[in-house]
């Protein structure tokens, strides 16, 4: 579907829309393409090309919506009389009242930036590639499963509207992975390079994610984790990779930080918050050099975009400065429910369902130490790396994350490697207990491509700046004997 | 829908050639969804939603292409050529794959789960009047799915479910709340005033004020809910033929060490009780049931084609995750349960559990909703959220005591992508030096 069809379907939209309050359409047309080789064998390559439109209707204060992949005449005037079906209804029970919200009077276009593409790669050259990756993963017969994959999605997107507004948007995402996986006897230990090394862009962003440069190092890390110590239990200090800041980021300050939950939207499901609308301008979330800012602007980072599924227009804001909370993750409607400013974050996965507030790009603003300062600055603890375990509660507040990979820090210096790193902490007080943050150079654009939330439920990308991160006073501890 | 899939079927038998064979699965659904808070509507609508995967076979080759369905259109036919051809334009870049496996032997099957339900209207109104000041939370889904599969053998099996499923749960402030479900293939409000009033009985609880828990060691009553997400981490994995070849299975110790679990634990795949279609998207007709784990000693795998053909192995799954598992039931009365728990914790649900360390087995995970403190049998307070971290080899394992005699049977509500047909049939379970630490 070019970009021609899709306005070829706005025009359907526009003449079938029935007389009411307020109206948007979201037209979307997704494709995929994964390829993954597994011990040296070609696994299924699948192709996805899917399409279909979101109808949202407003009838005196209501909403409704309907989404269909029919983009027929027939297909979209059936969608319109559902959702003013549903917007009817809505109108004598609605949450809020969506006469309040602003009109997207505005139109614009994003696009991500793309050196080498995707498309210009034939599928030999690039199953070749994996094929070389699988080789080198299977070093010692103590590697019993290992496996390389691509994939890569491409999302267009035209939003319009009863105002006439026309945004229309295109992204390109690009998704290696490559795991290895160390057996002896029972115990199994596995390295891989995760779903958090995912970027927008074409294939030139796989030198920056690690692909495939980290393919024999993690075959090698697999198997000293069959034969390393558990990691020491005890309360340590922690230095945290990007990899593993990502999770750490993403869990306990995305999440609670999401206005919808804020407002009980989640609570069924994702769950709800221990932030209230009353922390905002004043909370200490975090030592002073914790900066978090919402910043879809960093091109290559996975949850950049122009506009948000309302068509707000997205903009680097703080979310944190200097520790202090400054404002919530909330998209128009959660903005004019809790009256609170927010940012552009109204985002639905697919055209099947609804926007709801997430976190999109979430970023820790780089502080000013090296990787080697940090580890430097440490007397007695663990450096962990590439998240495995994730646990939270539902108010996003008791944590207990795992990784993959531990080096203990003696006295200044990495020393030997651990396995079943675990740290505990509540997010209340684990963020004060930031003591030093990677600068620049150490900071990697990374994200996770399968955050879930939302009723019905949604899988949708996001991404995060992280710096290696140093913690102090965590309780950490390892696996059971 | 039937007669655009078979439509569809013909067209592609028409295009391919002589040394061609096609498989063709078909997902769609027709569902209303309402999301409530503040038992008001946050956000109401409709998915049509039809998607159609077509794998092109030539000899040990094969590519797949998933592609979006408008429906009784023209337009249709027009993709499906288009991604055969697509499809056919990749194959001879494609190696031959060893581990192609799927059904020559032609098997119909046409299964239909059909209800009796009002327009979602009227459920609506019905939910919303009933919990009337209550702070319900939740999501409303309701319609058909369908999905079916046919090749160029001329094999054809057919699937239609029908049904609603309203997950949800009242709250009193903060975290307090009481979670509960609805669903089914007939709608009955009598049934949903009943959840309700069950709901207020135990937030009536929740005012009290809340017993604080230390870390430590507890026994504790696990509801069918609780319990059901520590059978959920273990089907993480723990049962696919492949995990355990590859020694990645969290129950590896079971197969390696002959570490085993509580002689009441048997543990069964079993598609009879569940709602899943009775085919594989290969053609392949399940069992009737997979015993998993027979009183408490590991047993059979869940093999999905491609591993069947990898391991030389029997295809006995779709896919080698359990989608309809059965815990069988046990001995302890429902009207027992606090007088045999005594004093310890009775926890209704749990909640984003993980692995702490896989290779024992160990999980962790957090209580939710309503959980209890019991005294000599009395519910005495509710308790705050606590993390738990323990072993399956021991939860499951010398700290099982028992099992209830009832089992609920639980739709799960999840909708990533479309609705789930999945479901789990279980008991509750009592179990002593339950590991509570944070």
Same mark, same amino acid.
């Given at each position: 579907?070019?970009?021609? &069809? ?33 011990? &040296? ?17 407003? !009838? ?24 003013? =079906? ?127 440069? $980290? ?11 069959? &034969? ?40 069924? =499901? ?12 004043? =909370?200490? =979330? ?5 900066? !978090? ?25 703080? !979310? ?89 820090? $003696? ?23 930031? $003591? ?46 | 829908?039937?007669?655009?899939? +078979? ?21 769609? @659904? ?79 099957? @046409? ?89 207020? *009985? *135990? ?9 604080? %828990? ?76 997979? +015993? ?10 869940? +093999? ?15 896919? @080698? ?21 005594? +004093? ?38 509710? %308790? ?55």
């Amino acid at each position: 579907m070019n970009t021609e &069809d899709l306005f070829k379907v706005a025009h359907i939209v526009k003449q079938q829309v029935p007389s009411v309050d307020a109206w948007q359409a979201r037209i979307i047309h997704i494709e995929e393409e994964s390829r993954s080789v597994r011990q &040296d064998i070609l696994q299924p390559v699948t192709t996805e090309d899917d399409m279909g439109i979101m109808i949202t209707l407003g !009838i005196g204060g209501g909403m409704g919506y309907a989404a269909t992949s029919d983009l027929s005449l027939t297909g979209i005037s059936s969608a319109m009389k559902q959702a003013k =079906y549903w917007a009817e209804i809505c109108q004598h029970k609605k949450l809020f009242d969506a006469r309040s919200l602003p009109l997207m009077q505005h139109s614009g276009q994003y696009q991500t930036n793309t050196i080498q593409n995707w498309k210009d790669r034939s599928i030999s050259d690039s199953i070749e590639q994996l094929y070389q990756i699988s080789k080198q993963l299977k070093i010692s017969d103590l590697i019993v499963d290992w496996s390389a994959a691509l994939g890569w999605k491409r999302t267009k997107s035209l939003i319009i509207n009863q105002a006439g507004s026309e945004i229309l948007q295109q992204r390109e995402q690009i998704l290696p992975h490559i795991s290895a996986t160390a057996n002896k006897g029972a115990e199994t230990q596995s390295r891989c390079l995760g779903h958090e090394m995912s970027g927008q862009g074409g294939l030139e962003q796989l030198q920056r994610l690690g692909f495939p440069d $980290k393919a024999k190092s993690l075959a090698n890390e697999a198997i000293v984790l069959l &034969d390393a110590d558990n990691c020491p239990n005890g309360t340590l200090d922690l230095l945290l990779s990007p990899g593993q800041m990502v999770l750490q980021i993403h869990e306990s300050i995305g999440h609670p930080l999401e206005l919808d939950r804020i407002l009980g939207d989640e609570r069924n =499901y994702a769950g709800t918050s221990f932030v209230t609308e009353e922390m905002f301008g004043q =909370y200490e =979330y975090g030592s002073p050099l914790l900066n !978090i800012t919402f910043d879809p602007t960093h091109n290559e980072q996975l949850a950049s975009y122009g506009y948000d599924d309302d068509g707000q227009l997205a903009e680097k804001q703080f !979310i944190i400065k200097e520790g202090i909370l400054q404002r919530p993750l909330g998209g128009q409607t959660s903005q004019l429910r809790a009256n609170l400013s927010g940012v552009a974050n109204a985002r639905a996965c697919h055209w099947n369902r609804p926007a709801i507030d997430r976190m999109a790009n979430l970023n820790l603003e780089a502080g000013t130490s090296s990787f080697e300062e940090l580890v430097s600055s440490i007397e007695n603890g663990v450096l962990m790396d590439t998240n495995k375990s994730w646990s939270i509660d539902d108010s996003r507040n008791k944590f207990q994350f795992g990784c993959e990979m531990g080096y203990l820090i $003696k006295n200044g210096e990495l020393s030997k490697v651990v396995k079943n790193p675990n740290y505990r902490g509540i997010s209340a007080n684990f963020w004060r207990n930031l $003591k030093g943050v990677g600068h620049q150079k150490a900071t990697q654009y990374l994200g996770t491509p399968n955050c879930g939330k939302g009723e019905p439920n949604q899988l949708i990308e996001v991404g995060h700046a992280a710096p290696p991160c140093h913690f102090s006073n965590v309780e950490v501890f390892g696996g059971a004997k | 829908m039937k007669h655009s899939f +078979t439509q569809l079927v013909d067209f592609l038998k028409q295009k391919i050639t002589t040394n061609e064979q096609f498989l063709l699965n078909l997902s769609a @659904e027709e569902s209303d969804f309402v999301r409530l808070n503040h038992n008001k509507i946050r956000q109401a609508g409709h998915v049509k939603q039809i998607h159609l995967s077509l794998k092109l076979i030539q000899g040990e080759k094969h590519a797949t292409g998933n592609i979006s369905l408008m429906g009784e259109s023209e337009e249709d036919f027009v993709r499906i050529h288009r991604l055969l051809n697509h499809l056919r334009s990749q194959l001879p870049f494609l190696p031959d794959d060893p581990y192609l496996n799927f059904s020559t032997e032609i098997n119909q099957t @046409e299964t239909e789960h059909s209800s009796h339900l009002p327009e979602s209207q009227q459920m609506i109104d019905d939910i919303i009047h009933t919990a009337d000041t209550l702070d319900l939370v939740g999501i409303f889904a309701s319609g058909t799915q369908y999905q079916a599969f046919a090749n160029s053998f001329g094999q054809y099996n057919w699937y239609m479910n029908n049904n609603f499923n309203f997950d949800f749960s009242c709250y009193l402030e903060k975290d307090k709340a009481v979670k509960s479900g609805y669903a089914g293939y007939q709608w009955d409000k009598a049934s949903f005033v009943q959840r309700i009033k069950n709901a207020k *009985q *135990q937030l009536d609880i929740l005012k009290i004020p809340e017993k604080i %828990i230390q870390p430590g060691q507890y026994r504790v009553y696990l509801a069918p809910s609780a319990l059901a997400e520590i059978l959920s981490m273990m089907a993480w994995g723990g049962f696919g033929l492949k995990s355990h070849k590859t020694a990645q299975t969290p129950l590896l110790k079971m197969t390696k060490e002959n570490r085993h679990l509580s002689s009441l634990v048997t543990l069964s795949e079993n598609y009879t009780m569940g709602l899943t279609p009775p085919f594989t998207r290969q053609g392949f007709i399940k069992p009737k049931q997979v +015993t998993l784990i027979k009183q408490g000693k590991y047993q059979d795998c869940l +093999t999905s084609p491609r591993s069947a053909k990898e391991y030389d192995q029997i295809v006995n799954a779709d896919s @080698e995750m359990p989608s309809s598992l059965e815990l069988q039931k046990g001995q302890l009365k429902q009207d027992d349960i606090l007088q045999t728990l005594e +004093t310890g914790l009775y926890i209704n649900n749990l909640w984003y559990c993980n692995y702490s360390d896989r290779n024992e087995a160990r999980i962790t995970g957090m209580t939710r909703f309503a959980c209890f403190w019991v005294e000599n049998g009395e519910i005495k307070a509710p %308790i705050s959220v606590m993390r738990f971290d323990d072993s399956i080899y021991s939860m499951l394992g010398n700290n099982l005591l028992a099992l209830t005699q009832q089992q609920d049977f639980i739709l799960d509500p999840d909708t990533y992508s479309q609705r789930s047909t999945a479901s789990i049939k279980l008991p509750g379970a009592l179990i002593e030096n339950f590991t509570l630490t944070l």
